[in-house]
């Protein structure tokens, strides 16, 4: 996949429940996980048809003035080398303390013992790590969690775990009038 593209699911310019602080949200499209019960499973799909450039989304987020930006899915990590590219971006022109948060159905671990060149770029950029798959029998009301086998990886100390206070859930209104709910509705 070329490293320059990113296939994006939807975007999100602002929200404060997908990670600490205001940021942007990128859900990509594709994952070949399939976790049973993914709240996002529209974003299963290898259906590729929403490209856009490292560079088209950098200057979106860069305009917005966020804190960070989050990865959602689909899965982030099989669209690493580009999303590596755009937070090494983002934090060169924002600076050290713009933060990257990503959620991943991948353990840590399964992404450490891959030993992959795209999927360890993708981990050193990545403040926050929210790994494992979505089970709905533990379901839970956690911090940026769905269930209890997920777990908050702190992989760098820009963020740390009192950061972790935003909403659970949040609604953006578009100006079309749709209704947007994101976070982690119980």
Known sequence: MES?????????????????????????????????????PDSLLDD??????????????????????????GEPF??????????????????DS???VCFTG???EQIKCANREDWNALLNEIDLLIDG???HSQRCNEPLR????QRLHFLTGRIRQ???????VEYTLAQNGNVTTTGFPT
């Open 162 to 168: 009192e950061d972790i206070t935003g909403p659970r």
């Open 98 to 100: 713009f933060t990257v």
């Open 48 to 73: 590729l048809r929403s490209p856009t450039t490292v560079g088209m989304l950098s200057q979106r987020v860069v305009a917005l003035n966020v804190q960070g930006i989050t990865f959602s899915g």
């Open 4 to 40: 320059n593209i990113i296939f994006v699911h939807d975007f999100l310019e602002r929200s404060s429940a997908n990670g600490p602080g205001v940021r942007s949200v990128v859900w990509v499209q594709g994952c070949p996980r399939r976790c049973v019960g993914c709240c996002n």
């Open 78 to 95: 099989s669209q690493a080398t580009s999303l590596a590219k755009l937070s090494r971006h983002l934090r060169a022109v924002c600076g």
């Open 146 to 149: 769905g269930s209890h086998n």
């Open 133 to 135: 798959e979505y089970i």
């Open 106 to 108: 991948y353990t840590l």
